[in-house]
């Protein structure tokens, strides 16, 4: 192998077009095109601009010599079924989010991942490279702020016209996307919420099937989790806000901290945890509080930071990291295993809504999700049902 690895670009569409081009400028070191696929014959006159080969058929890729690894950059189905494949033929994977539609089919990837510990298998969080998020991360994980009490993500930034959904007969159906916010532009704030936070033990969600859009998936969702040990959490997304929130909140026993916009955190801290506060102070420094007579700065400081926008640098870090996790330097800041838990999260908000119960996530019936799933899938007539 040599220095640099040389990934295998599967779909030229948007996504793959722009990694595309991060690697043939220059900025993603250690990388290299090896090769490009796409069913369309009409994108190797892009393949052949990037002076590199091209397929129509990824197995043939794969298995060509001219790749260390790929990337999947092709619809949400086909995400393990290519990785599955790489990977049984010696070729590392990058896989998109989500790592699959339902919990069963990610499971098998991630399962016959395991296989192959030779082999490097990452998912495209390319949100986790933001270091708002990596020093927010640490800091929960500090316990500095004390246990978690409530978090709500309000994440309404996703706004998409009707022409986006018009654009393919697959877009936000059952059978060809298998959802539609949770599964399509939502699953960072769910990777990296679960990051964070943790993972929630249960959920009971509502949503909004073709709410403002002419679709058949969600536009509109509202869950609410149960951390376990009074901790709970609700995420809003939808994508019919024009305006948009971007919005993390968590509180904590020994402080809050609030994100907007995935740029600026502010981070309250208490100088004692709040059941302490609470218990010392008598309702007249309570009255003093709330009137501007006591200095808060003798309960709490607060320190705001803007991290800017990092938008194309996140992108460029997965990629440089996968490059340097195969050749053995680093560790994966996103392996393909994490991407279970965004699947299953989105699985159950679906389930909940759909039975109108709250669901388990530590013990997921994933049998009865797929069973509705392809009930959705057979009504829409278009598509093969899933297994």
Request: hydrophobic content about 40%; overall charge negative.
């Amino acid at each position: 192998m040599s220095d640099n690895i040389r990934l295998g670009i599967i779909g030229l569409g948007a996504e793959g077009g722009m990694y595309a081009g991060f690697i043939a400028s220059g900025r993603v070191p250690g990388m290299e095109i090896g090769a490009i696929c796409d069913i369309l014959p009409e994108k190797k006159e892009a393949a052949d601009g990037y002076g590199v080969p091209f397929y129509t058929d990824y197995r043939q890729m794969v298995t060509s010599g001219d790749v260390d690894a790929v990337v999947t950059t092709v619809p949400h189905y086909l995400h393990p079924e290519v990785g599955v494949y790489a990977l049984e033929h010696g070729v590392h994977a990058l896989v998109e989010k989500p790592v699959g539609v339902y919990t069963k089919q990610a499971k098998e990837l991630i399962s016959y991942a395991a296989t192959r510990p030779e082999l490097t298998f990452g998912v495209f969080f390319n949100q986790r490279t933001n270091p708002l998020y990596q020093d927010l991360r640490r800091l929960i994980a500090s316990g500095e702020l004390g246990a978690l009490k409530h978090t709500t993500w309000t994440i309404t930034t996703w706004w998409r016209p009707q022409g986006y959904y018009d654009q393919s007969a697959w877009r936000a159906t059952w059978g060809g996307e298998g959802g539609g916010v949770l599964v399509n532009q939502a699953p960072h704030q769910l990777d990296l919420w679960q990051w964070v936070c943790g993972v929630p033990r249960s959920v009971f969600a509502k949503c909004q099937y073709g709410f403002r859009r002419d679709i058949a998936v969600e536009d509109e969702v509202n869950a609410l989790v149960d951390f376990g040990d009074g901790a709970t959490g609700s995420f809003i997304t939808c994508t019919n806000d024009i305006a948009g929130t971007d919005r993390l909140e968590i509180l904590c026993d020994k402080g809050k901290v609030v994100v907007e916009d995935s740029q600026t955190v502010t981070i309250t801290r208490l100088n004692e945890d709040e059941r302490t506060l609470s218990a010392g102070m008598s309702m007249e420094d309570v009255k003093n509080l709330f009137t501007g007579a006591l200095d808060p700065t003798t309960l709490m400081t607060t320190e705001t930071k803007d991290y800017g926008s990092v938008w194309g640098e996140q992108h460029c870090e997965v990629l440089r990291n996968f490059a340097a996790a195969v050749r053995g330097e680093e560790e994966l800041l996103a392996p393909g295993a994490d991407g279970i838990h965004g699947v299953r999260l989105a699985n159950a908000i679906h389930l909940s809504s759909w039975t109108g119960q709250e669901v388990s996530i530590e013990d997921f019936d994933e049998d009865t999700y797929l069973t509705l799933l392809n009930e959705r899938i057979a009504a829409e007539g278009a598509f093969e049902e899933r297994a």
